[in-house]
């Protein structure tokens, strides 16, 4: 048996007999959203055990790669291409792909929540409860529904007033950073995309005279890659430690629940789009075997869905990409980062979903205009979403804010801000098969940029 194979079925095996052991732990008196201490309940030691091993070191090495990673990959990239209209295109190609596909998405997304009108199942609980608009939601939940959170008030009111205009400006800040050395310290991969292509591109004006630089980052780069595939034998007992972890908090019991119409909807959205459109996609653009291709990024996946992280995610993605699917280097360093960042397909569609499964629950109808709203800022929230856990969750107070703004010109009734409220209990869930949705998004991308690039 090769390596390769022996390490895709221990991380097989490390998933559900996370999922088992999990599910054996679970406190069903733990509030999944709530702030305690993992020592109040019951296998506190144990849950703490599956916190060091999964996050501080599995996420901790993967995370540790990140940065240099990003850099080096980006300047390889850059640099192999050499010609700056080559560039300009894969660069365009790149772009139009990741707003495409996020798009439909969304659409996709839309079309489900609205045919299975999953928030029926939650008027009543809610009009019989109390509810306060700006601070929390206190509807009641049904059996094996975790309980609703709350949503402090001035977080909601800040990021509220941010709008498109303010994630704009966040974005163009973490693009432009004042101190590129602050922002590798503090992890921010937009900064180094930015800073290192604009590196590349100043060192392929020196010709051969810059041939000592771009040998030194091809070599970097090399070792970096060792430096993952070294790692990724510790993420047996990684995947293994999150997937208990997360299911130890919040139990397989959310399925069974009043919000289960509403996981369902999210899941066969991601499913179709992960499955049908994006495979559909890489044969048509890609010439390439979708399950094929699905092999060859299989441990990517796998990471993706137990970190819950595309960033975390990205060092494995790269090495899936390059070592086992053939993807050129010089693809795999400007889409795959860059993608990490901002191409999230699975949070565009669980975000369109989640903002009309609210209305649905507060029992407000949205018109064909203000569908289109969600659509199209879902799309673009979701590209100011970080690739960390659940940062879907704060972007769509922006949507949701948004499709206020239209409800109030047309009489003012307005969905919830905490309404959000609802999902958080089950968002960990949700968030561990948006993101495999979203690195499978990176992955089609990459290869389907690096066939059409093969020519230029």
Not at 150 to 176: F, W
Request: hydrophobic share 55%; net charge negative.
């Amino acid at each position: 048996m090769s390596a390769k194979w022996l390490l895709t079925i221990l991380i097989m095996a490390a998933l559900v007999f996370g999922i088992i052991i999990g599910q054996m732990l679970h406190d069903p008196d733990y509030d999944a959203g709530a702030d305690q201490p993992l020592s109040a309940h019951a296998h506190g030691t144990a849950l703490q055990i599956f916190d060091f091993l999964g996050f501080t070191v599995f996420m901790g090495l993967l995370e540790m790669l990140i940065i240099p990673l990003i850099a080096s990959s980006v300047v390889v990239g850059i640099t192999s291409v050499g010609d700056f209209s080559k560039l300009g295109r894969i660069g365009v190609r790149t772009l139009v792909y990741y707003f495409a596909t996020m798009l439909a998405a969304v659409v996709l997304g839309l079309v489900l929540v609205t045919l299975v009108d999953p928030g029926a199942s939650m008027r009543t609980a809610i009009a019989d409860a109390p509810t306060d608009a700006t601070a929390e939601v206190a509807a009641e939940p049904g059996e094996g529904t975790p309980a609703v959170d709350y949503v402090p008030a001035d977080a909601v009111q800040e990021k509220a007033k941010e709008g498109l205009i303010g994630v704009a400006r966040n974005l163009v800040s973490q693009m432009i950073p004042k101190n590129i050395v602050r922002a590798m310290a503090e992890g921010k991969p937009l900064s180094v995309i930015t800073f290192s292509i604009f590196f590349a591109v100043v060192i392929t004006l020196f010709g051969e005279r810059a041939r000592t630089v771009i040998n030194f980052f091809n070599e970097v780069f090399e070792v970096l890659m060792k430096m993952v595939h070294a790692v990724m034998w510790v993420a047996p007992v990684g995947v293994f430690a999150l997937l208990a972890l997360t299911v130890a908090r919040i139990g397989l019991g959310v399925f069974s629940g009043s919000i289960s119409r509403y996981m369902l909807v999210v899941l066969v959205g991601l499913a179709i789009h992960g499955l049908v459109i994006l495979p559909s996609v890489l044969w048509l653009l890609g010439r390439t075997n979708p399950l094929k291709y699905l092999h060859h990024m299989r441990q990517a996946l796998m990471t993706a869905l137990a970190t819950d992280s595309s960033s975390a995610t990205l060092p494995v993605t790269i090495e899936c990409a390059t070592e086992n699917a053939g993807v050129s280097k010089r693809s795999a360093g400007f889409v795959l980062p860059l993608g990490s960042t901002i191409n999230m397909d699975g949070t565009a569609l669980y975000e369109a979903v989640a903002v009309v499964f609210i209305a649905q629950a507060f029992n407000i109808e949205l018109t064909l205009l203000q569908l289109v709203v969600v659509a199209v800022t879902a799309t673009l929230a979701a590209v100011g979403a970080a690739g960390i856990p659940s940062a879907g969750l704060v972007t769509m107070v922006i949507v949701l804010t948004a499709v206020n703004e239209s409800l109030g010109g047309a009489g003012g009734t307005t969905i919830p801000v905490a309404g959000i409220g609802l999902i958080i209990g089950v968002d960990r869930i949700l968030d561990m098969f948006r993101t495999t949705v979203n690195v499978w998004g990176d992955a089609v991308g990459a290869k389907i940029i690096d066939r059409m690039s093969m020519n230029d």
